[in-house]
């Protein structure tokens, strides 16, 4: 019996190989919150945190999980 054809993979060049991008590697970050009655408070995170999981951490923080209304601002250290 012949082989049904369609179920083999397509051959691709040796050329076409991408280069493995570098990874690069998640850092802990601090993240600063100013509450609304002037508290100051600090959750750490990680580099590749989106908004969500930001408002994941502040949810689950004591003095931050009241909280429902947020403005966010990032900046940058400067190197010295």
């Known amino acids: 019996m012949a082989p049904k054809?369609?179920?083999?993979?397509?051959h691709k060049p040796k050329g076409?190989?991408?280069?493995?991008e570098e990874?690069?590697?998640p850092t802990?970050?601090?993240i600063s919150i100013e509450t609304p009655?002037?508290?100051?408070v600090t959750v750490k995170g990680?580099?590749?945190d989106t908004?969500?999981?930001v408002r994941k951490l502040l949810g689950v923080h004591v003095e931050t999980c009241h909280l429902t209304n947020f403005s966010l601002s990032h900046e940058?250290?400067?190197p010295s």
Do not use: C, F, R, W
């Open 5 to 10: 054809t369609g179920k083999a993979k397509p």
């Open 16 to 20: 076409d190989k991408k280069k493995k």
């Open 23 to 25: 990874k690069v590697l």
């Open 28 to 30: 802990v970050i601090e």
């Open 37 to 40: 009655d002037e508290l100051q």
């Open 46 to 48: 990680i580099s590749t």
């Open 51 to 53: 908004i969500l999981d």
């Open 76 to 78: 940058v250290a400067s």
